[in-house]
């Protein structure tokens, strides 16, 4: 065979050489592991706070439930002040959860406390309703907690817009569990200011250009409350038992 045409053999590659230069090194995952048993120490820092405001919510919210076989004259005594006492000792964490979770990049962590959060904002929201038939504003739910809202340039804990309307929606179907059960307790007037109350919620609620899926779905839903409340209204007219309002036959 001629010098031209002869294939030529290829090297001999040295495979221990290209084995031992691609190597994985442990000291990544080494960081890595370090990594996750920071993340998992912030965790339990802030879990320590959020199950404290947890198990005093469930007091709470097991008094509240009281407002359902409470004659109206009663509310206070028996249901509304003892809610205070139990959300005053709720504010205490939330604060101390908000000193804690200041540390640390809010968004990043904030889905640890929102739902407890809500529970303690709807908590409020319900008794001022119940207490004064006013609701409270975002400032206000931010000034009985002692911690910030709706901050745009800081990110560290506070209350957020959806939060506060989340909450509200919360309120909105309590409410509405409500109307039946005055009627039963012989309170015909309350079913008539709840439907006032959460028709204006409703009408607000139209207003808003809701960009979240979750707060957009729960809104959807608040249309379903006024139906709830407006059916027991209409049976208390046919009934005629809508309490007639001063200057009115």
Same mark, same amino acid.
């Given at each position: 065979?001629?010098?031209?045409?002869?294939?030529?053999? %290829?090297?001999?590659?040295?495979?221990?050489?290209?084995?031992?230069?691609?190597?994985?090194?442990?000291?990544?995952?080494?960081?890595?592991?370090?990594?996750?048993?920071? !993340?998992?120490?912030?965790?339990?820092?802030?879990?320590?706070?959020?199950?404290?405001?947890?198990?005093?919510?469930?007091?709470?919210?097991?008094?509240?439930?009281?407002?359902?076989?409470?004659?109206?004259?009663?509310?206070?005594?028996?249901?509304?002040? %003892?809610?205070?006492?139990?959300?005053?000792?709720?504010?205490?964490?939330?604060?101390?959860?908000?000193?804690?979770?200041?540390?640390?990049?809010?968004?990043?962590?904030?889905?640890?406390?929102?739902?407890?959060?809500?529970?303690?904002?709807?908590?409020?929201?319900?008794?001022?309703?119940?207490?004064?038939?006013?609701?409270?504003?975002? !400032?206000?739910?931010?000034?009985?907690?002692?911690? %910030?809202?709706?901050?745009?340039?800081?990110?560290?804990?506070?209350?957020?817009?959806?939060?506060?309307?989340?909450?509200?929606?919360?309120?909105?179907?309590?409410?509405?569990?409500?109307?039946?059960?005055?009627?039963?307790?012989?309170?015909?007037?309350?079913?008539?200011?709840?439907?006032?109350?959460?028709?204006?919620?409703?009408?607000?609620?139209?207003?808003?250009?809701?960009?979240?899926?979750?707060?957009?779905?729960?809104?959807?839903?608040?249309?379903?409350?006024?139906?709830?409340?407006?059916?027991?209204?209409?049976?208390?007219?046919?009934?005629?038992?809508?309490?007639?309002?001063?200057?009115?036959?």
């Amino acid at each position: 065979m001629s010098d031209d045409t002869a294939m030529t053999t %290829p090297a001999p590659t040295n495979t221990s050489t290209a084995a031992s230069s691609t190597h994985v090194d442990p000291a990544i995952f080494s960081s890595l592991q370090t990594k996750i048993d920071e !993340e998992q120490a912030i965790r339990d820092e802030l879990k320590t706070h959020v199950d404290a405001l947890s198990k005093q919510g469930r007091l709470t919210q097991s008094i509240l439930s009281r407002i359902h076989n409470t004659p109206t004259e009663e509310l206070e005594a028996n249901v509304l002040n %003892p809610c205070y006492d139990a959300l005053s000792e709720q504010t205490k964490t939330v604060k101390a959860l908000a000193e804690s979770a200041s540390k640390y990049p809010f968004y990043k962590w904030n889905s640890i406390w929102q739902r407890d959060i809500q529970t303690v904002i709807s908590s409020l929201q319900l008794c001022d309703w119940l207490k004064s038939g006013n609701l409270l504003t975002l !400032e206000q739910i931010g000034q009985r907690l002692d911690v %910030p809202v709706n901050l745009k340039s800081e990110d560290t804990f506070h209350i957020t817009v959806e939060d506060y309307l989340l909450a509200l929606i919360s309120t909105i179907e309590e409410l509405a569990r409500l109307a039946p059960n005055a009627v039963t307790l012989g309170d015909y007037a309350r079913p008539l200011q709840i439907s006032k109350f959460i028709k204006d919620v409703h009408a607000g609620f139209q207003l808003l250009n809701l960009k979240n899926d979750i707060l957009r779905r729960r809104a959807d839903g608040v249309k379903y409350s006024v139906k709830k409340v407006e059916d027991v209204v209409y049976d208390l007219s046919l009934r005629g038992l809508i309490p007639k309002t001063p200057g009115t036959g």
